[in-house]
C-alpha cells in the first residue's frame, strides 16, 4: 500500500517549520506557541541525538506537509541491552484524512524501528484507535497510565 | 509513607552491576547475558545523556540494589515543546516485595518527573496492576499497542 502519486515519506526538516509542520500537530492535541526560534532548537536538539529522535512527515505533491510521526528509540537493560521503538505524535491533516497517509506513517516508522534492531515496537492510543493500529499489525499490549500534572 | 529503615532511593550508579541490579531486573522480565563491560557501556550512554535517562534504584539496610525504576523525560513539539516523563523497567526483588518498594519507586520517579517539569508522566502495565498505579495517583490513559520483531 504506497502513498498517493507525488507524496513522499521523509523525515523532518528544519524548514518545515513553515511549510505545514505545527498546524499538522494541532490535529493531535495542544501545540500552543511555538516560535521559529524554539522550533530550531528544539529541532537541533533532535537531530544532535538522531538514533534517538528520528522524526518525520508526509509532504503532498505541493511539498507541504500533511503527516507526522516521531520515532523515538530507547536504549535498555532488559533483552541483552535492547532496544524499545515508541512511536510518537502521529498526526494526519484533516483534509488529507482517507488516503491511508497514518499506515504509511506507521509501517515506515515501524521498518525504521525493525531495521534499527528494536525487538519491540509500542505505541499508545484511544480505544477508536485499536483497530486501524491492528491493520498496521499491532496488537493489545496492555494499559497506558498517566498521571498529568 | 516511607522507606523501610536504612533503606535507600538512589540514582544507579555504575558499581550496581555487581550489587543485585541485573539479577533484580530479571525479576520484570529477559534480561539475558549482560557483561561488565556492555553494562558499563550502557551505563556511560545513558549517563551522557542525564536529562534523559534518569535511572534510579532502592538499596536495602545492606545497600544492595533491591528494587529498579527508569525515568526517561522525552522533549516534544507539542504542549509548547513540553516535556513527557516515561517510567519504565520497574523491577522489586521477590524477596523485598509488601515493603512499598513499588510505590515508593513510582512516587519518587513521578516527583523527579514533575520538578523536571513534565506535563504528564506515562507508563504501561498489565491490567492485574491498574489497581497498584492508581494508588500512585495515576489514571487509565489508554491502550498500548505493541509489535514485536
Ligand atoms: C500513537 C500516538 O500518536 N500517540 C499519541 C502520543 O504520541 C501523543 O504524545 C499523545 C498526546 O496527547 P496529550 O496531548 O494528551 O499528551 O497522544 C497520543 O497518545
Ligand atoms: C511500568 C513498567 O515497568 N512497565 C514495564 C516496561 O517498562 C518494560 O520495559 C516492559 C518489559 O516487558 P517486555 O520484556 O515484554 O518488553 O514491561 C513493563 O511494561
Redesign the interface.
Known sequence: MGLPQGYTFRKLQVSDYSNN??ET?KV???????SQA??E??FA??DS?PQ??QPHVITNEQGVVVATG?L?V????????GLVG?I??IAIATSEQGKKLGYTMITNL?QIA?AAG??????????HN?GF??K??????????????
Chains 1, 2 share one sequence.
Open positions: 509542520y505545527i500537530l493531535l492535541t495542544t501545540v500552543g506557541e511555538v524554539r522550533f532548537e528544539l536538539h533532535w541525538l534517538l529522535y516521531m523515538l530507547e536504549k535498555k537493560m532488559i533483552h541483552e541491552c515508541h510518537e505524535d515501524t525493525e528494536c525487538y519491540k515496537v509500542i505505541l499508545d492510543c484511544s480505544t485499536i493500529y491492528e498496521c499489525g499491532y496488537t493489545n499490549g496492555g494499559t497506558q497510565m498517566v498521571k498529568r500534572a
